[in-house]
């Protein structure tokens, strides 16, 4: 009845169906645990008819043609460049930091010869990762490295890591450098903003296909078995024979055998305001103080007008697996991803079975190259 399954509505789990159903022609089965599909992409209009990130903010943006050709058939686009503040003191300063912040910081005079010693050591517009600002041997630009690492970057990675800069993946801290221009967007890519409608109409028209049938309130673990001894996976008690895609938990698909997979997690406390403006931006990071990560205002985000505002306070903290709790962030260490791999290794016995996912493959995918992975994945199926 069906020639594949896939987990998991996501990104990579919706995406990856469409192609399946339009590109192959084939019966495609979605089964989505939560009662809703997207995944943490999801957005919806809160109780106060405020268009929400249930799963935290979610910017789209991308340098990639061809991710965003095809996503642009699904949704047209509220485009902006995304900006980002960090709270430090009584001021708001711009993240990354770039050379604007750098005036503020050090005054116009002082700022503007110290902009001129940057950009000659590194290039005008390079995006320098603060843990390689910090191997710099000169005095000044150490004392900018070490008002950005205090600054920027050391309070707010022990609340979302549990651990210091120093200590984590050098590619997450990369992920917001230090850029040598005026700047002040949080990314550099060509395309920035969000689905004019929200992503859940995007991904609603993404699933619309007549060889898509969405399965939502269904865990796979209930219907799809994998036996191991067989190497085989059944589906519903029979025997399955098309491509499985699993866009879930590594570790829980195999009863967590091996121990749990390492993640971070993040509770989120939503507060709505009875006044149009909250804090004046879309994302306040709170860099030397309080508990939160960072205050999001959708309204910001979204362009949506309205009286009232809804706002989001993030709280990260080790994900233990309890009922409830979503991991969201695969923390990647060595011994993490030697961990990991004796999962997918299981999986691999299976034939026609794919992992896909930031979480079936443990890594830190934004959602463009979410996207292109799974339209890569699926076209290889063909
Ligand atoms: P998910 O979106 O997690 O989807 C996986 C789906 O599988 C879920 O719906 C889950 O319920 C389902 N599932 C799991 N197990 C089962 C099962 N056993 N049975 C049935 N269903 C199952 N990216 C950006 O590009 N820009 C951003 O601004 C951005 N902000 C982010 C903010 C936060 C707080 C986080 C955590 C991530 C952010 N990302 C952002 C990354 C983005 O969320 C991911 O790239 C994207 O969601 C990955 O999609 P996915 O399909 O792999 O996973
Ligand atoms: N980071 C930080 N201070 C900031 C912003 C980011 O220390 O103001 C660090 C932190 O370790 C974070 C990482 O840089 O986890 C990547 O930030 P990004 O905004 O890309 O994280 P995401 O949006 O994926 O949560």
Not at 3 to 23: F, H, K, N, P, T
Not at 44 to 69: C, K, M, S, W
Request: net charge negative.
């Amino acid at each position: 009845m069906y020639d594949a399954v896939v987990i998991g509505s996501g990104i990579a789990g919706a995406a990856a169906a469409r192609v399946l159903a339009e590109e192959q022609g084939k019966q495609v089965l979605v089964l989505e645990r939560r009662p809703h599909i997207g995944g943490n992409c999801y957005d919806r209009e809160d109780e106060y008819g405020i268009l929400i990130h249930q799963y935290g903010p979610h910017i789209f943006h991308t340098n990639d043609e061809e991710v965003y050709a095809w996503l642009s058939r699904f949704t047209d686009w509220y485009e902006f460049g995304h900006e980002v503040v960090a709270r430090v003191g009584e001021r708001l300063i711009p993240v990354p930091f770039n050379l604007n912040t750098l005036k503020m910081v050090y005054g116009e005079e002082k700022g503007e010869r110290l902009a001129g010693k940057l950009a000659n050591t590194f290039g005008a517009g390079a995006r320098v990762p603060i843990l390689k600002l910090r191997e710099q041997t000169d005095p000044e630009i150490q004392a900018i490295a070490d008002f950005v690492y205090e600054n920027i970057f050391l309070k707010y990675t022990m609340k979302q890591w549990g651990q210091k800069p120093e200590e984590i993946d050098p590619a997450v801290t990369g992920r917001v450098p230090v850029v040598i221009s005026y700047d002040n967007r949080y990314f550099g890519d060509k395309y920035q903003g969000m689905p004019k409608d929200g992503y859940t109409p995007m991904f609603e028209k993404i699933l619309a296909h007549p060889g898509i049938e969405v399965r939502t309130g269904t865990d796979a673990r209930e219907i799809l078995e994998l036996r191991k001894e067989e190497g085989k996976v059944y589906l519903e008690g029979r025997e399955f024979d098309g491509a499985v895609i699993y866009t879930g938990a590594a570790d829980e698909l195999f009863g967590c055998r091996y121990g749990r997979l390492p993640y971070r997690s993040l509770r989120f406390d939503f507060e709505h305001y009875r006044i149009p403006d909250y804090q004046g931006h879309s994302v306040v990071n709170y860099t030397v103080s309080e508990e939160f990560t960072r205050i999001t205002e959708f309204k910001h985000l979204t362009g949506q007008k309205a009286e009232g505002t809804t706002i989001v306070k993030e709280y990260p903290f080790a994900y233990t697996g309890a009922e409830g709790e979503i991991p969201y962030y695969a923390i990647l260490n060595e011994e993490n991803l030697a961990l990991y791999r004796r999962y997918a290794a299981l999986a691999e016995k299976f034939p026609d079975f794919y992992l896909l996912g930031r979480l079936a493959e443990y890594k830190y995918y934004n959602i463009d190259a979410m996207a292109a992975r799974a339209l890569g994945l699926a076209r290889s199926l063909a």
